[in-house]
């Protein structure tokens, strides 16, 4: 299954971005950013449902190689814990692409590495891959 047709994609977050007392940007690949719609990436705009059922229209940015990595780059600012946010940074999130009368959202969860859940995850995503470069992080989707 290729992952722009899955509804669901989990991923390592790692020490994540932003201001250290958040961490929420979160960078992908050019081809992890495929899960997300091309609405999204045209628009550069994502909306996060958080656990407890809060919309956030949050911003998807094309950053290419502009800082030397080795590929192109995008990141997505998750809603921070000022927003209602959970901390992300070492832990494992998952989305969820939900479709709903022509409106693509996402909802997030987020869960300590090891956790049942996260190993359920782990379990359900047929798709187990990692990252490239030094400090690649494991994903997986369905």
Do not use: C
């Not at 449902?49 to 990595?69: F, I, K, S, W």
């Not at 709903?100 to 995503?125: H, K």
């Amino acid at each position: 299954m290729p992952l722009n047709t899955a509804t669901h994609f989990w991923i390592e977050a790692g020490a994540m971005s932003g201001d250290p007392n958040h961490r929420h940007q979160i960078e992908f690949s050019h081809d992890l950013v495929q899960f997300f719609d091309p609405g999204a990436l045209a628009t550069e705009i994502v909306t996060i449902r958080l656990p407890a059922g809060t919309l956030h229209v949050r911003p998807l940015t094309y950053r290419g190689t502009d800082y030397g990595q080795w590929t192109a780059q995008w990141r997505l600012g998750l809603p921070t814990v000022n927003m209602g946010g959970p901390p992300y940074a070492g832990r494992i999130l998952k989305f969820e692409r939900i479709t709903a009368g022509g409106n693509v959202i996402y909802a997030i969860e987020v869960e300590d590495a090891g956790s049942p859940t996260a190993n359920g995850w782990r379990a359900a995503g047929g798709n187990v891959e990692h990252t490239g470069g030094p400090h690649g992080r494991e994903y997986g989707y369905w």
